[in-house]
């Protein structure tokens, strides 16, 4: 059963078209993320999902049968997670939380604000303003204040920019959690790839205006249909026409071959491809380095070694790749 | 609108006399006043904020709020007590004169009741406006600056003269220009000091040649000054180069002064404070203690409620309309709305003489063609509706930028957030905008009411027959040469402002 289903959107602000022809459905408990370089739009489908736009074109079901051109009042099962989190400074923790209950008692508001600051792990911070909290903690209330009611769709917009790495890592896995647990369909907005691969079912990457590819995040990691998304979902180096006939790969005009930096492996030991390093950056755990094709010497490509490689610069040192991880997409 | 088709109006009899007679000088003079504030206003309001800020000196936390204090006193008051003091037969001259035992023709005598005494006693009343802007462009800009200047090897002199002055400009000319504007817009103090202006000439040709419509041409004349310098200070805001992020804001390591630095920097900002409030605040108390039992009366009580009932008023209805302004610009995002914001908004940079002048014309008109027509015997004109009208048209700008910064810090992710939660619009209003704006209405309130209650030229012509309020009153006392009585009004109003603005000041530090 469909959460979402959304069929030949479109939208414009003025002039300016902002996207065509989106179509994608989201299953119930299913988490997918929306991914895009700022400005393609991902909010735009987030706010006109939440009928915080209207004059979008297409159609927008919820759950499969509530079609927001038909019912501005079926938005009513739609949480939203905002991205500065829409925290009222002016009420604290609990009465942030219990905001939208307006329909329960007040016994019953009570005991469900309290479930929330449990579940939530908030209890201690009951009492405290807004600004007493951490960005952390602020990110929990926003989304207990929105759990608060049930709704049946959590819409997200980017909810995780505004907190450091490692505490990102850790709500992300506490939310999927969450939604799964809850059973919900979830949308997320985001530009972080490794976020997007690491939370979601399902990744809708959008570009020049529309989607340009829907799937899980395996499929689209595997098989992207273009280079700008095998670009975008993982570091590639690009293989120069002259290597791919080399390696008996055939390349259209209008495509383009490809290996992942992970894939692409140098050592000293002999093969058809030599290359010249140009620069070596120290990471820590491992080099990154920066070559080129001795043949091709425009061609410059990214290597990966250990912390513990031993560099000779008397030798030559050659790549290799095998043939099965060479992907071939359009340009 | 009214008052600009003026302008396209043809000849009559008393524009050529006036264009013979007064005009030149109408122009001259207010041009000598805009450059002669300009320049006074410039020097005392950027060298006393330049000094405040990044140094330490005795008395320079002091110095910090009292140099905002000539504020606290409406321009004309402070041109009446000096009048009073300094002219010839004033307080000081004649005790100078007894104390060296001389005569006035046997000294040298700077003569205040003149163009150049408006100029000095308008800048020591305005230099505040200058003051405000570039400390606050000093405090968020200059820290960083600095620092870079010294590590390039420049003394502290050279910082001041090489870069602050010119990374400051536009913020000096910003404040200038606003008070510039106050000046050219003066209505009590060139009266009282007998200098020929636009406003003063509106009031004369009205009321001395008995003609509306070549006061109204005098003041669209002046409305093209106005919006010259209105056009000319938005053309300098849009060059403005020198910005830089508010994450580069560090705050000022002061230098501390000693010695005679220490006294020199003393005296530059105290001698702006004396003159500007402390002399006139100290010789109006001592005026209004010598006569407060002659002029409070049942008469001047009748008056203090009725210019704080009219204050109250004016100050809720035009806080209450701005809101709704702000608001539907906020809720609408609509580009017209918000244009017709940015126009109410012209309304206080009219002087309230020329906005007198226009809302007359319109109810003459009303009460002429549209009244008369439907046989309806109601006269607006001359009545409290115009009056409150004519407060609406100059004020409402003062509100709307008061919302304009607080809604500023009001996301529209919350509106959103309510709006995903499905509360209604009015629990929205009244459980998340209301509560986060109060301060913003309260603000408002506030500082439209002391504005109400120094108004003077506006409230001269629009007020019904025999309707007085204090700055009214205070201003007749004048007229009638009666300068220590002047000052009970003065007093009031003074008191009532400070009173307001402590009210303002305390719920802003609680909140």
Redesign the interface.
């Known amino acids: 059963m469909f959460g979402i289903a959304i069929k030949n959107f479109g939208i414009s602000f003025g002039n300016m078209e902002i996207l065509k022809e989106v179509s994608f459905s989201v299953k119930n408990g299913e988490i997918v993320t929306l991914l895009g370089p700022s400005g393609s739009g991902k909010s735009t489908i987030l706010r006109s999902i939440a009928s915080l736009e209207h004059n979008f074109e297409g159609e927008i079901t919820l759950n499969e049968t509530c079609s927001l051109e038909k019912n501005s009042k079926c938005n009513k099962d739609i949480g939203y997670i905002f991205q500065d989190y829409a925290l009222f400074p002016h009420l604290d923790v609990k009465e942030n939380i219990g905001f939208a209950l307006f329909n329960l008692s007040s016994t019953e508001k009570q005991r469900r604000v309290d479930e929330l600051l449990k579940q939530f792990d908030l209890i201690e911070h009951r009492n405290k303003q807004i600004h007493e909290l951490s960005g952390g903690q602020q990110q929990r209330v926003s989304i207990a204040r929105t759990i608060a009611y049930n709704p049946k769709i959590l819409l997200l917009d980017e909810p995780f920019s505004n907190l450091d790495s490692i505490l990102r890592d850790k709500t992300k896995l506490w939310l999927k959690d969450i939604i799964k647990k809850l059973g919900l369909s979830a949308i997320l907005v985001t530009h972080d790839k490794k976020e997007a691969l690491s939370i979601s079912d399902k990744i809708g990457i959008l570009h020049n205006k529309t989607l340009v590819q829907f799937g899980t995040p395996q499929e689209l990691f595997k098989n992207p249909t273009n280079l700008y998304i095998a670009q975008f979902l993982g570091d590639v180096n690009i293989l120069p026409k002259s290597i791919t006939k080399q390696l008996g790969v055939e390349v259209q005009e209008d495509e383009t071959a490809i290996v992942r930096v992970k894939e692409s492996f140098i050592s000293y030991k002999k093969s058809d491809i030599e290359l010249v390093i140009n620069q070596i950056s120290f990471c820590g755990d491992y080099y990154e380095l920066s070559l080129y094709f001795k043949e091709e010497k425009t061609f410059f490509i990214k290597a990966v070694v250990n912390y513990d490689f031993d560099f000779n610069e008397e030798k030559s040192i050659y790549l290799n790749i095998s043939r099965e991880n060479i992907l071939v997409v359009k340009t | 609108m009214i008052i600009l088709s003026h302008i396209f109006l043809g000849s009559s009899e008393n524009w050529e006399h006036l264009k013979e007679t007064v005009l030149f000088d109408y122009v001259f003079n207010s041009l000598y006043i805009m450059v002669g504030v300009a320049f006074l206003t410039s020097i005392i309001g950027f060298s006393t904020a330049y000094v405040t800020t990044i140094f330490s000196f005795t008395f320079s936390n002091f110095f910090h709020y009292a140099l905002i204090l000539p504020f606290a006193i409406p321009t004309y008051i402070v041109a009446y007590i000096y009048g009073g003091m300094f002219d010839i037969t004033g307080t000081v001259t004649t005790f100078v004169l007894n104390l060296l035992d001389k005569n006035l023709s046997e000294v040298v005598f700077f003569d205040i009741m003149s163009i150049e005494g408006a100029i000095v006693v308008m800048s020591l009343v305005l230099y505040p406006y200058v003051y405000l802007i570039s400390k606050t462009y000093l405090k968020a800009e200059s820290a960083s600056i600095i620092d870079a200047s010294k590590t390039l090897g420049l003394t502290q002199w050279q910082i001041f003269y090489k870069v602050i002055i010119p990374i400051s400009r536009p913020a000096i000319v910003a404040g200038v220009i606003l008070a510039v504007m106050e000046a050219v817009s003066d209505f009590g103090v060139m009266d009282y000091y007998g200098v020929a202006t636009f406003v003063t000439g509106i009031f004369r040709t009205w009321f001395g040649m008995g003609s509306i419509e070549d006061a109204a041409r005098l003041a669209s004349i002046l409305m093209i000054f106005i919006f010259l310098l209105i056009f000319i200070e938005k053309l300098q805001r849009s060059n403005k180069k020198y910005k830089s992020s508010g994450k580069d804001f560090k705050p000022i390591a002061k230098i501390e002064l000693k010695g005679l630095k220490n006294v020199l920097a003393f005296l530059l900002c105290f001698t702006p404070f004396f003159l500007g409030f402390l002399l006139p605040f100290t010789q109006m108390s001592y005026w209004f203690v010598l006569s407060y039992k002659e002029v409070i009366d049942e008469d001047f009580i009748q008056i203090l409620i009725q210019t704080v009932l009219i204050a109250s008023f004016s100050a809720f209805l035009i806080t209450a309309l701005a809101f709704i302004f702000v608001y539907n610009v906020r809720l609408s995002k609509n580009k017209s709305s918000d244009m017709l914001t940015q126009i109410v908004k012209l309304g206080y940079s009219i002087p309230g003489a020329v906005i007198a002048v226009g809302i007359l014309s319109f109810f003459a008109l009303l009460d002429h063609y549209i009244f008369n027509f439907f046989n309806l015997n109601i006269l607006i004109s001359g009545s409290i509706i115009a009056l409150i009208f004519g407060y609406s048209v100059r004020f409402l700008a003062i509100s709307l930028n008061y919302y304009e910064s607080g809604f500023s810090k009001i ?1 529209s ?2 509106d ?2 309510c ?5 209604s619009q009015s ?1 929205t209003l009244r ?2 905008i209301l ?2 704006i109060k301060n913003s209405l309260l603000a408002s309130f506030i500082i439209v009411f002391i504005e109400v209650i120094k108004e003077l030229p506006l409230t001269m012509v629009l007020r019904p027959f025999n309707y007085d309020t204090l700055a009214i009153l205070s201003h007749e006392y004048v007229n009638q040469s009666q300068i220590v009585q002047s000052s009970v009004p003065a007093m009031f109003i003074v008191g009532l402002g400070v009173v307001s603005v402590l009210i303002l000041a305390r719920n802003m530090i609680k909140d």
Request: aromatic share 6%; no cysteine.
């Open positions: 996301p992710s919350y959103d957030a709006k995903t939660m499905n509360i629990k459980k998340v509560p986060l």
